[in-house]
């Protein structure tokens, strides 16, 4: 049993190491580079050399050759914030876990927020990728890395917390039901 929750926690903190990934992903403004004109796009601003503008939030003043792609932008905003907030809950709980124990319900909590966190990731990414790369002469930058780096270390976390057998994380018993003075 003790090999079951050291596992869980192992899986915990590859899921805690991908939510850093995707929040990383999503706060720099690197998705993608323009060798051609020295811009560099993110999912909130774009960047000309050190200049940066915001992205606007909707695509209501958009003309309709523009609205497809802000469309898939507003996608993969919703789905990566998702992502970060799913794998950001499982990361709190596994801290839960590792600092106060938990019961096998904790486990079976971090299997739904991983893969819930998975899927959102699985959505959100290959719409970013094709978003990224719609603009012209654009490769793949720092940020989409760091997105698809996460979400590998989220897949190998969430499966080994859904192979794990489900442990019995309480605390030790040496601290459990200790009244002093008796």
Known sequence: MLYARLWVVFGGILILASAALYMASAILPSWG??????????????????????????CSSLSADSL????????VRMFLILSCIFS????LIIIKVIL?????KTVDGLRMLSSASFTFSII?????????LDHPSTKLSTAAI?????NGVNFIGALIIFI??????????STVGVVSGE
């Open 33 to 58: 580079v323009s060798q051609e004109n020295n811009r560099s796009y993110g999912l909130w601003k774009y960047c000309i050399r050190e200049d940066c503008w915001k992205i606007p939030l909707s």
């Open 68 to 75: 497809q792609k802000c469309m898939n932008l507003i996608i």
């Open 88 to 91: 950001g809950i499982a990361a």
């Open 100 to 104: 106060k124990g938990g019961n096998p």
């Open 124 to 132: 959100a990414f290959p719409i970013g990728i094709k978003w990224t």
């Open 146 to 150: 760091l997105a698809i780096v996460g």
């Open 164 to 173: 794990t057998r489900k442990p019995n994380i309480a605390p030790s018993d």
